[in-house]
């Protein structure tokens, strides 16, 4: 068994601060206190205090685990988190994994030594087996990410209907040869907003062309390196379907800058509706998310959750996306409104 003397040698750090930080010391820094939590985490050590009174301990924080906190949906994520958590009484803290398995179970860590009442997952790097034992400590939530293993609440949106919508406006505009770009390969969102990528392909008699999926692809500086592999292709496509209005503007700023024309000879479909998409030319055709109502849902659902202490109840909470048009698929000329 662990001794607090044992995660005093691995962290590198005093007993007296172990101790600080396992009784929420305020004047701790941040960077000790995470030594300390990674090592109880990698030593499993569990403080010698009585599960009641673990369970009676209140911090009045929600833990937020995002996998990059630039990109501008998780932002924007954020943002309307924290202000809902505050209306509810509760700080929010963000946790960001960088798609790391092994940063989001040190994170749970915080969870289980009672340094959170709750985290909200709104990507998720392990899978719901690994993280399902942490529901011993609190409430979990998964926002945004989904899995259909978990017994817990799921404020979700519907991906395969965006990733649908999507693709369906392309092949009306007359594309055949479509690209599909995604984010985390082992995200459920990214696979669901595929299922519906294909679905719409399904659709029209055409089949997925593997030569024309890109998968990790997270920033603008991804979405250039994409426009060039795409252009590179014997066949290159003339529409493209991304997971992220980031990647998006990344493809239209390098297609501009080659003479590429868009829409004409490469339409481009975004993700989010975030501001970038409004202020680079032309302007991107992308899939809104109601992010601000999600947020609200999620913290009220917490906030639920940590009062009732009734954790694991598999309930899912999902909103709808709305396709908006603009001069990245559609010529300034011929714009339609949806």
Not at 201 to 211: P, S, V
Not at 293 to 306: N, P, S, T
Request: aromatic share 8%; proline share 4%; with cysteine.
């Amino acid at each position: 068994m662990p001794t607090i003397e044992d995660v005093a040698k691995l962290a590198g750090l005093s007993r007296t601060t172990v101790s600080r930080v396992i009784n929420n010391h305020p004047y701790v820094s941040e960077d000790k206190r995470k030594l300390v939590i990674e090592a109880m985490g990698q030593l499993g050590y569990v403080p010698n205090s009585s599960a009641r009174s673990l369970r009676s301990q209140k911090t009045d924080v929600i833990a937020l685990f995002v996998p990059r906190i630039m990109n501008p949906f998780f932002s924007h994520l954020v943002e309307s988190m924290e202000i809902a958590a505050a209306e509810h009484g509760y700080q929010l803290i963000i946790c960001q994994t960088r798609y790391s398995a092994e940063k989001e179970l040190n994170y749970m860590n915080l969870l289980k030594m009672k340094q959170v009442d709750g985290v909200i997952l709104a990507s998720m790097q392990n899978d719901w087996n690994v993280i399902e034992p942490f529901l011993n400590y609190g409430p979990i939530i998964l926002c945004n990410e989904f899995d259909e293993q978990a017994n817990v609440p799921s404020v979700m949106l519907d991906q395969v209907e965006g990733g649908y919508i999507a693709t369906k406006h392309l092949l009306e505009q007359g594309h055949r040869r479509i690209a599909y770009c995604q984010g985390g390969a082992r995200s459920n969102v990214a696979s669901h907003r595929e299922r519906g990528f294909r679905k719409a392909l399904a659709e029209y008699k055409i089949e997925f062309n593997e030569q024309y999926a890109f998968r990790n692809v997270f920033h603008s500086e991804g979405g250039r390196r994409v426009f060039h592999e795409m252009m590179a292709l014997s066949e290159p496509p003339t529409a493209v379907f991304t997971g992220s209005d980031e990647v998006a503007a990344g493809i239209i700023s390098e297609a501009n800058k080659h003479g590429c024309s868009i829409p004409e000879q490469l339409a481009v479909v975004g993700f989010d509706n975030q501001e970038i998409t409004e202020l680079i030319e032309p302007t991107i055709t992308t899939v809104y998310q109601p992010v601000e109502q999600m947020a609200q849902k999620a913290l009220e659902i917490m906030v639920e959750k940590i009062h009732s202490r009734k954790y694991r109840c598999r309930e899912v909470y999902e909103f709808p996306l709305e396709l908006i048009v603009r001069e990245s698929t559609v010529s300034s000329n011929k714009m339609v409104t949806l």
